[in-house]
């Protein structure tokens, strides 16, 4: 069974650019959410969609936005790119609503803002 | 808001040692996710600990939750190198919103 895929797996984009990150989950599993990892704010919950539904949303600025298509893949995209955003960008999958099963991750996007 | 605590935060012990690590949560929850990351790698799951006063073994790690005390704990016997790395809680309280601990870096010394 193939685990969750993240692409790209490297990225380097310039402030004021954006970048769309993709997530595929797990087979059969209808639920991906999405973490911002940083040394200095740690792990983040960023969002969580639940067939093609966000069901919850972290405290992060408008610039960041997610989807997810019928297939249960997901996009997350930042607009406006800011120093800031220079992170590892995590995707979690899970059979039933996040939180209420297990959670396999992601390798991760790396994203450096430069 | 839920807040998870996460102490010790850094750990050096040689192999042989047993050790506790322990995570503390602000709020009611029922759900608790232990982790393991690598450096450079993703988070791993080790243990879902569902209801109050369960505990979960793998190796010589062991996870165990008391919900009535809002604390979870992550118990390593015997350390070996190989289990150098960073170890995360996770609590789930609103639907789908988990909040991470800020993890414990581990380093298991000959």
């Known amino acids: 069974k193939a685990g969750v895929t993240q692409t790209p797996r490297y990225l380097i984009k310039t402030r004021g650019q954006q970048v769309t990150l993709s997530c595929s989950p797990i087979s059969g599993h209808r639920s991906v959410s999405w973490y911002q990892q940083t040394p200095g704010q740690g792990l983040q919950f960023l969002f969580e969609y639940f067939s093609e539904t966000q069901r919850n949303k972290g405290n992060f600025p408008g610039r960041f936005s997610g989807r997810q298509f019928s297939n249960s893949r997901s996009e997350m995209n930042v607009s406006t790119l800011e120093l800031g955003d220079s992170a590892l960008y995590l995707c979690?999958?899970?059979?039933?609503?996040?939180?209420?099963?297990?959670?396999?991750f992601g390798q991760g996007t790396r994203l450096t803002v430069v | 808001e839920l807040k998870v605590e996460q102490n010790p935060l850094f750990l050096s012990m040689q192999e042989g040692k047993n050790y506790t690590i322990y995570c503390n949560y602000s709020t009611t929850s029922d759900r608790l996710y232990w982790y393991r990351q690598d450096p450079g790698k993703s988070l791993e799951s080790l243990f879902v600990l569902l209801s109050n006063g369960a505990v979960k073994q793998e190796g010589r790690l062991m996870a165990s939750l008391d919900t009535k005390a809002r604390l979870s704990t992550l118990h390593i016997t015997a350390a070996v190198h190989d289990l150098s790395a960073t170890y995360f809680c996770?609590?789930?309280?609103?639907?789908?919103?988990?909040?991470f601990g800020d993890g414990t870096t581990l380093t298991v010394k000959p």
């Open positions: 979690a999958s899970s059979s039933g609503p996040a939180g209420d099963t297990e959670a396999f």
């Open positions: 996770a609590v789930n309280t609103n639907a789908g919103k988990s909040t």
